[in-house]
Nanobody, 122 residues
């Protein structure tokens, strides 16, 4: 599986961004697509994921009221809509895939795209 993340940028607190993750043709519908982020000096952490066949999302508790993950099968793309961004959301964001249901740890995700930088500052 090949993944290509995009959509990062520099924004001010309170702004919104939408990240995109383009998925290769060979992605099976049994996959779950996830977003992780890693701030400088921090471990990579789970943000959100969605099951590719049912489109069932699940989130890190601290973002579930601000972030929305969705998938477009026709475009083979998974999106992460982020609203009311805060400085603590600053990180490199990665998309990844797994075949494990409801996975949340990086070790459970086998394929990773390159990251896209999100910077939130005033």
């Amino acid at each position: 599986v090949q993944l290509q993340a995009s959509g990062g940028g520099s924004v001010q607190p309170g702004d919104s961004l939408r990240l995109s993750c383009a998925v290769s043709e060979r992605t099976s519908r049994r996959y779950t697509l996830g977003w992780f982020r890693q701030a400088p000096g921090e471990e990579r952490e789970f943000v959100a994921a969605i099951t590719w066949n049912r489109g069932a999302p699940y989130y890190k508790d601290s973002v579930k009221d601000r972030f929305t993950i969705s998938g477009d099968h026709a475009k083979k793309t998974v999106y992460l809509q982020m609203k009311r961004l805060q400085p603590e959301d600053t990180a490199v964001y990665y998309c990844a895939t797994t075949t494990k249901a409801w996975a949340r740890t990086p070790a459970d995700f086998g394929s990773w795209g390159q990251g896209t930088q999100v910077t939130v500052s005033s």
